[in-house]
């Protein structure tokens, strides 16, 4: 439920994965900064993150907060990209098969509707070689609920 | 910079106060502080709260101060998320420090039952990174439970070891009149409470609560005159950290909470080991273990296996939360801060009516976020 012109404004950085490196003391950070959190130079550059990564912790949000309700299972990770760390929605899966560990990496996926009633797309993660099956593509296409109603008649 | 006194304190009880208004929660709590400083009045009220807008008002020192009879004194409001009280407590520490000011009251007050839970996890989640972490549709149990996982996996803690910190928590509250809950509980019912943000389970969980409390700071001239149990702030310190979690230099730990602890010890001319007694913020068990460890009070990775191991206990020292912490006597946000404290500040002066502990010397650690912005107090008798 966040508004059209923070996705808008947030699209470049949030599809590229960047991250600023320090020039200084090498650290990187991922949300970009504006200057770096360990040493305080403004010498940074902006760098993209690899695609590919590993789970290092994961939840499954079973109480979900305003605008979030009746979206598929929330499962939320940390994932290890080499070197920075992102905090992502994981997708085309299901909590039965998260481990510490496991392999993964960045797709395109909608999130919830913004204030405005616009449904904007963000970079989830997947597990790694993972191909989009039927399911999750007409789930893509209609959205979870009517998938869920389709399954039962 | 000239010292500060604690002379008195008020408290109200924590709870779903669905029949009490803001105004009149916050009025109760500043009386009971000025009649326990023997009736001196305030020249000076500052706020501590985070999340007013959801009962949709702001300007709550305008609106306490002039609800309360003290129309024309100084007023303002501080924000640090869960952490407001504790950042609310430096800004009033800091007037009668400067000498601008002689007798403040700094006021903590929130409340949290007006809206649907859904609605006010997501004002908590505002304390967390909008852009970046917002959109994903993550709370503030999400949070804490990505870093729980992380912590448990990498020093093999056992479910039944995290457990234990609950356990003692609802122990202690049960003879605190102000708690929001006073049960008994045992490991197994926090093993079997309801999944919120797995591995966090309800009672890994603090409840979200409504409350006031008040502390009057004076100057040294005024404590000896309304009070023969003056309390000093003996050191206080605050530090920030990234309010994301992904880009923390380690997920198991909180750089704001051991540079405030390390700031305020420093100040006070002490270390961790001459603390009797002290409330820490464990809005989640995780949080309080982690609280202990970067204090001091625990080496890494220890802080759940020796509470399940029966350490941290009234009598021992430091006794942890007699109150009965976030956990059990509650968490009212903005006012969590001035509860602590007035809580040690009441075990100091040997009136706190639940678990008392005797001593010297108490700490308060509030925490705003996941350990991103953290005031450190210690108080002494």
């Known amino acids: 439920m966040t508004t059209i012109q923070k996705i808008w404004r947030l699209r470049y950085k949030f599809f590229n994965l960047l991250a600023t490196k320090c020039s200084e003391c090498g650290f990187v950070s991922y949300p970009p900064k504006a200057a770096c959190p360990k040493c305080g130079s403004r010498n940074i550059k902006e760098i993209k993150l690899p695609k590919k990564g590993k789970i290092i912790s994961f939840t499954v949000i079973r109480v979900p907060i305003e605008g979030f309700k009746g979206s598929d299972p929330c499962i939320l990770g940390i994932i290890d990209l080499g070197g920075a760390r992102i905090l992502a929605q994981l997708t085309d899966t299901e909590p039965e098969e998260l481990k510490i560990g496991m392999k993964v990496e960045a797709t395109i996926r909608k999130t919830a509707p913004t204030l405005d009633g616009v449904v904007p797309y963000v970079i989830k993660f997947k597990p790694s070689g993972r191909r989009a099956g039927i399911f999750t593509s007409i789930r893509q296409i209609l959205g979870s609920k009517h998938v869920r109603s389709a399954n039962k008649h | 910079m000239r010292n500060v006194y604690v002379v008195g304190v008020g408290l109200t009880k924590v709870g779903k106060l669905y029949d009490i208004s803001l105004r009149d ?3 109760e709590a500043l009386f009971k502080s000025i009649d326990d400083a023997g009736g001196e009045m305030p020249e000076a009220i500052v706020v501590g709260n985070m999340l007013s807008s959801l009962v949709e008002q702001e300007n709550l020192a305008a609106l306490i101060a002039d609800h309360a009879g003290l ?7 501080v924000e640090a998320a869960c952490g407001s009280g504790g950042a609310a407590f430096l800004a009033g520490y800091s007037l009668i420090a400067s000498g601008l000011f002689k007798k403040v009251v700094v006021l903590g007050i929130e409340k949290l039952s007006e809206r649907p839970t859904p609605q006010t996890a997501r004002g908590l989640a505002w304390a967390a990174d909008a852009d ?4 994903y549709g993550i709370s503030f149990s999400g949070l804490n439970a990505l870093v729980m996982r992380y912590y448990m996996s990498k020093y093999n803690v056992s479910r039944e070891e995290m457990a234990s910190w609950a356990v003692l928590m609802h122990e202690n509250a049960a003879t605190n009149p102000y708690a929001h809950m006073r049960n008994k509980i045992t490991v197994e019912d926090v093993i079997k409470s309801p999944l919120i943000a797995d ?8 409840p979200l609560s409504d409350g006031a ?6 100057s040294r001239d005024v404590a000896r005159k309304v009070t023969d149990t003056p309390i000093l702030v003996a050191g206080i310190a605050n530090s920030v950290d990234s309010p994301d979690l992904s880009s923390r230099f380690e997920l198991d730990s909180m750089l704001a909470a051991r540079l405030s602890a390390e700031k305020a010890f420093k100040m006070a001319n002490i270390s961790p080991n001459d603390i009797d007694v002290a409330e820490v913020h464990d809005a989640y068990s995780i949080t309080g273990i982690i609280s202990i460890e970067e204090i001091g009070f625990a080496p890494k990775g220890k802080g759940a296996k020796l509470i399940s191991e029966g350490s941290f206990r009234p009598g021992d020292k430091p006794t942890i939360n007699p109150s009965g912490g976030l956990k059990a006597r509650g968490h009212p946000v903005g ?3 001035i509860y602590q404290i007035a809580e040690i500040a009441m075990q100091l002066r040997g009136d706190f009516p639940g678990v008392k502990v005797e001593g010297e010397y108490g700490l308060a650690q509030n925490i705003g976020g996941v350990g991103s912005n953290i005031t450190t107090i210690i108080l002494r008798s």
């Open chain 2, 199 to 206: 591995p966090i389970r309800l009672y890994d969980s603090c």
């Open chain 2, 71 to 77: 129309r024309g004194i100084t007023g303002f409001k």
């Open chain 2, 132 to 135: 970046y972490e917002l959109v």
């Open chain 2, 213 to 218: 409390a008040a502390v009057m700071l004076t």
């Open chain 2, 25 to 27: 929660l916050a009025t």
């Open chain 2, 335 to 337: 006012a969590t801060g």
